[in-house]
């Protein structure tokens, strides 16, 4: 008892979380005036949660006796997360400003190995881990201290514990901010905990309700075709033009201060169109279906892919064709009404002979 009650006084600065509440601090046995390190402290923890992740949050202030024996009140910062059997936990003390009496300073990160959540388990004493319900393994470490640079000495010329010291004495098993919690914190917390993941399944079922209800909505839209029109004639071997819009409720709603539109994340990025020809009995038959990028199709030139490409999807040949069109990504629309258009021969150019003339002397 001798030892802590030295490590602790001497060492002139508090932290809330190695012991959060007197009488939790006479439960480890520091039973003298001053020997935690906090003579007094606040705390308040907080805790989201998802199906994914545990993330808690402890804000408070510490107080304690200077050197002269004035008082030091300064604030503390604690975030952890647990996920996947890993838990994290960053301390942060910020540094005093000029105007104010100095302490301890710095930032404390460690990683552990835990086989469940150390903030959610009521455990045993800090100083008794064969009780312990939760024993985690340190994976990793970083302390980042500036102000314990130059460490001091006691009077007697002993080194003078920093306050690594003593945090690492209480994080060898687990997190530090995990240690302190009350019975009521901990049920607190896990009810917290109940009633986010109740909200987040009933998210997620709304979210698929709305998507079935959505599905057939999205499916009754059609992608508009501006190029080629109704009726529009094309020579054959030459590249035909194929312009889409978007449905209607899907065009870019967000434009730059230059007026253009600004894709979004619900903007179409794709589209499919297919091509149909009549054969010589009069019926319409498949020729091809063609993946086009939204950037193309949309282009004041349009996708000119077909029409001279290479046969026989990319090549047109003289005919009635007919096409339609289909919204592929982000999501799928139904097919557009079929625009039918003609392609014709080419016109054959005849080579004029220039005529011969005889000239007289």
């Not at 809330?16 to 020997?35: E, P, Q």
């Not at 009726?231 to 054959?236: D, E, I």
């Amino acid at each position: 008892m001798n030892v802590w009650r030295r490590l602790t006084v001497t060492l002139g600065a508090g932290f809330a979380l190695l012991v959060a509440l007197t009488s939790l601090s006479f439960g480890l046995g520091f039973n003298g005036v001053g020997s935690a390190p906090c003579s007094t402290a606040t705390q308040n923890v907080v805790g989201s949660f998802s199906s994914g992740k545990a993330q808690y949050l402890s804000t408070g202030t510490c107080t304690t006796p200077g050197s002269l024996g004035v008082p030091r009140t300064f604030p503390y910062t604690v975030k952890g997360a647990y996920a996947n059997n890993i838990a994290e936990e960053l301390i942060e003390i910020a540094a005093p400003p000029i105007s104010q009496p100095s302490h301890p300073y710095g930032t404390w990160r460690t990683t552990y190995s835990c086989p469940s959540d150390p903030w959610l388990t009521i455990d045993g004493p800090p100083f008794g881990p064969e009780s312990l319900r939760v024993k985690c393994q340190i994976l990793n470490r970083m302390d980042n201290s500036p102000s314990e640079a130059y460490p001091r000495k006691y009077q007697d010329g002993k080194p003078l514990p920093t306050l690594s010291d003593l945090f690492n004495a209480w994080r060898a098993y687990k997190p530090m901010s995990a240690w302190v919690l009350m019975p009521a914190e901990r049920t607190a917390l896990a009810a917290k905990r109940d009633a986010d993941l109740k909200a987040e399944a009933q998210g997620e079922k709304r979210l698929r309700s709305a998507t079935q209800t959505l599905a057939p909505y999205r499916m009754s839209l059609s992608p508009i075709i501006t190029a080629p029109t109704a009726r529009q004639r094309f020579f054959s071997q030459s590249p035909i033009s194929i312009r889409l819009a978007p449905p209607q409720p899907w065009a870019d709603t967000e434009v730059r201060l230059d007026g253009t539109p600004v894709k979004t994340a619900k903007s179409v990025t794709g589209y499919m169109v297919r091509l149909e020809r009549k054969d010589s009995n009069g019926q319409w038959v498949p020729h091809a279906t063609l993946p086009v990028g939204a950037a193309q199709a949309e282009s004041a030139t349009g996708y000119t892919g077909f029409g001279a490409g290479a046969p026989p999807a990319f090549l047109s040949m003289p005919g009635a064709w007919r096409l339609s069109a289909q919204v592929t990504t982000p999501q799928q629309s139904g097919w557009s009404d079929w625009v039918e258009f003609g392609v014709m021969a080419p016109p054959t150019n005849k080579i004029l002979q220039p005529s011969v003339k005889s000239f007289a002397k």
